[in-house]
């Protein structure tokens, strides 16, 4: 009765009214956010999806060019895979077990496709071209040729080339050793997780992520489109700084001993790592970095 003569009532009416809009706007914006972000994942991926077909036409230029100079002409892979777990024991073991004559046995790290060792590319000839299409990567070839492949080691070596009775192969360079620490890094998504591999076990002890609302990109010109792309990149810069502090704090709480970085390309460089691999892995952060660890301990293998 108070209320209707203070004319309190409509106003609590109007209230509980407003309420139940904000909750419905709440809703919608969420509904909203949620969309953004598909779509901004759809979008990395669609990326990710030009880049590495952009990468094969030019993989597949460069093949026509070397057939039509007649360099390399005849020479294609007879055998690739990625090798992990189990099948990767399996090849290492076999060529670690191969025995030579000494200096029967050359193995070189080559780090990149223009810097092939002259005793590669004496002693493959025609073959020489895969190597440069392989690298980085680790060649095993013994002097009669009855083996002759190629390993790209997640933990690389400094480049050698050496000549011996048997051919040499790391199993560190290969597979995780100790506590160590793998994050995944694009432009509005970070993952990390921290490791302890023993032997053959490998265990996650821990594993966090987030994602940034970064802009998608621009697709207009001029001086909005300019101050379009300032905005973006501030908003990657700011994603960045917070990934590079969530290593580090990671760094302080469980103290890794290694840190590697995989994931989008050009952004890879602005991490401090003992290595790095680029990976097209995304959506949710911890599925993400599921991928990304599986990418990076791969290890493409190509027999010449």
Known sequence: MLDRLLGRASLKERIAELE????????????ENERRREAVAARNEA??????????????????????????????????EALRGARLDDVLGRLAGIETDPEGALTAMV???????KPVSDVLGERAPLVERAAPCIVCVDDASLVAATLAPPLAPDA??????AFRLDRSWFVPTGRYALALVRADLFAVGVYDATGDAVERVHAEGF??????????????????????ESQIDEHLDDARDALAALDDEYGYDACYVTGQTT??????????????????????????????????YHSL
Not at 47 to 54: A, D, S
Not at 160 to 165: A, L, N, Q
């Open 47 to 80: 990326e990710e999806t030009i880049n590495r077909l952009e990468d094969r036409i030019t993989e597949l230029e460069d093949r026509v060019e070397r057939a039509e100079s007649g360099n390399g002409a005849s020479a294609d892979y007879r055998a690739g």
């Open 160 to 165: 050698f080339c050496e000549w011996g009775d």
């Open 111 to 117: 780090p990149d496709e223009h810097d092939i060792p």
């Open 211 to 232: 994602e940034s609302d970064v802009k998608a990109k621009h697709s207009k010109g001029g001086f909005s489109q300019s101050r379009f792309e300032r905005r973006r």
């Open 267 to 300: 952004l890879l460089g602005e991490f401090d790592a003992d290595a790095r691999a680029p990976s097209d892995a995304s959506g949710d952060p911890r599925e993400a970095l599921g991928a990304a660890a599986r990418d990076f301990w791969s290890v493409p």
């Open 20 to 31: 139940d809009e904000t909750d419905s706007l709440r809703a919608q914006l969420d509904a």
